[in-house]
């Protein structure tokens, strides 16, 4: 009984570092109605804001949250029929002052029926 706690326990806790280490933002459908994800602190390094066309065309765009001032897109792409997979690279920052940094995605659609699925990964 107490192994099977121990290795319990384990898991879980490799699954939730896994979770916590990832850092990004999963793939998510977006559409007219979803068209900001939540902010996320995404730590320093490179990473990846990726759109896969699912209808219309629309324009994806990784967000940099600045206080006090409008956010600033730090990375954007574009999909539809015609370019169906967009992906762009950018550099994050982890704190900006004391204060962690926070990114989200945007969803700026050019048609009400415009989906796509977007992400930022590593």
Same mark, same amino acid.
């Given at each position: 009984? +107490?192994?099977?706690?121990?290795?319990?326990?384990?898991?879980?806790?490799?699954?939730?570092?896994?979770?916590?280490?990832? #850092?990004?933002?999963?793939?998510?459908?977006?559409?007219? +109605? +979803?068209?900001?994800?939540?902010?996320?602190?995404?730590? /320093?390094?490179? #990473?990846?804001?990726?759109?896969?066309? #699912?209808?219309? /065309?629309?324009?994806?765009?990784?967000?940099? %949250?600045?206080?006090?001032s409008?956010?600033?897109?730090?990375?954007?792409? /574009?999909?539809?029929?015609?370019?169906k997979?967009?992906?762009?690279s950018?550099?994050?920052?982890?704190?900006?002052?004391? %204060?962690?940094?926070?990114?989200?995605?945007?969803? +700026?659609?050019?048609?009400?029926?415009?989906?796509?699925?977007?992400?930022?990964?590593?």
């Amino acid at each position: 009984m +107490k192994k099977k706690f121990i290795v319990s326990l384990l898991l879980a806790m490799t699954l939730i570092t896994s979770v916590v280490l990832a #850092r990004g933002i999963g793939e998510e459908l977006y559409d007219n +109605k +979803k068209k900001q994800s939540n902010y996320v602190h995404l730590g /320093s390094g490179d #990473r990846v804001l990726r759109a896969r066309f #699912r209808s219309g /065309s629309g324009t994806a765009q990784a967000m940099k %949250v600045i206080k006090w001032s409008p956010d600033l897109p730090v990375a954007s792409v /574009s999909v539809s029929y015609n370019h169906k997979t967009a992906t762009k690279s950018f550099r994050a920052q982890s704190k900006a002052g004391n %204060v962690n940094q926070s990114y989200y995605i945007k969803w +700026k659609p050019s048609t009400s029926s415009s989906t796509a699925y977007i992400s930022i990964t590593h």
